[in-house]
């Protein structure tokens, strides 16, 4: 079976984790910019960005992985709104690198009125994106907006930051498009509220704080397969490149056909990450 893992965190993880997801079937990653254990300065910002953009992709491209990423000022870094505007005025720089596909991962970490409004000023860079491309189609056939990755608070916040984000984008009315959108880090509580808006909704298998491979499975049973990605987040802390499969494995023991996970684990990620033209999809057929 052929998986993408559409939110995984490789800088922070070793070069052999790499030949490890070749060697289990992954064929394309990608990675939010998150924070980094530590607040950067602005400086920091584009070092890391040109990281994302230049350096990973060499080494996934090593085991045959596409290497994808997504560009923006991490919420856990936005109280300090002064250098949030320095943060964002850089990003429109890299957002035509050619293995970005959007704004991400961007949404709140406490729920606090600075991250709120950092969260604000990504989406409309994510507007005024759409409003630079070239003219090559009709305006009724052009996006209206990169493509958007956003993360959701951690445990006792992630209800009301969910509720928060959902009004935010409403804010914005027409000029959204929920297919264009992604929320991650989705659990019980929360799933319906993102599905039922119309946005894609991420599952992130990250046991200590997020969701074990069982609550997943048990979430598509309930929930449905349609907009649903599953991810490892993995990154420095506690976690497990390999808890996507784990997920895939667990689906499988309960009887899901392969049809179902080739759907979950990698065409629901390439149908996502498509609506941007950068991402390369690799054909998958099952043997019948």
């Not at 320095?86 to 990003?91: G, P, R």
């Not at 039922?196 to 309930?222: C, F, H, N």
Request: net charge negative.
């Amino acid at each position: 079976m052929f998986l993408i893992d559409p939110h995984i965190h490789m800088v922070s993880r070793t070069t052999s984790d790499y030949e490890m997801l070749a060697l289990s079937g992954v064929v394309a990653v990608s990675e939010p910019a998150f924070w980094a254990g530590f607040d950067r300065s602005p400086a920091g910002f584009t070092d890391y960005f040109r990281q994302l953009t230049e350096f990973e992709p060499q080494r996934a491209a090593q085991f045959g992985i596409d290497h994808y990423c997504w560009i923006c000022l991490n919420p856990k870094e936005a109280e300090d709104l002064g250098k949030a505007n320095e943060v964002l005025a850089e990003i429109p720089k890299y957002l035509d690198q050619p293995n970005v596909l959007g704004i991400g991962e961007i949404g709140l970490n406490k729920n606090t009125p600075n991250e709120a409004k950092v969260f604000q000023q990504h989406v409309q860079l994510a507007l005024d994106w759409a409003a630079k491309l070239p003219d090559r189609k009709a305006p009724a056939e052009r996006p209206r907006h990169a493509l958007i990755l956003i993360h959701t608070p951690h445990l006792q916040d992630k209800l009301k930051g969910t509720r928060m984000i959902l009004d935010m984008l409403k804010d914005f009315g027409s000029a959204i498009d929920p297919s264009r959108i992604l929320i991650d880090h989705v659990e019980e509580h929360t799933i319906g509220l993102v599905k039922d808006a119309g946005y894609w909704a991420g599952m992130t298998i990250y046991p200590i704080s997020k969701a074990t491979p069982q609550r997943a499975v048990d979430m598509l049973e309930v929930f449905g397969v349609e907009k649903l990605c599953v991810n490892a987040a993995a990154d420095w802390g506690i976690s497990d490149p390999l808890n996507t499969h784990r997920t895939m494995l667990e689906a499988q023991r309960r009887g899901h056909s392969r049809d179902t996970l080739l759907q979950v684990f990698h065409n629901n990620p390439a149908d996502f990450f498509g609506k941007n033209p950068r991402f390369k999809p690799r054909p998958i057929h099952l043997a019948r």
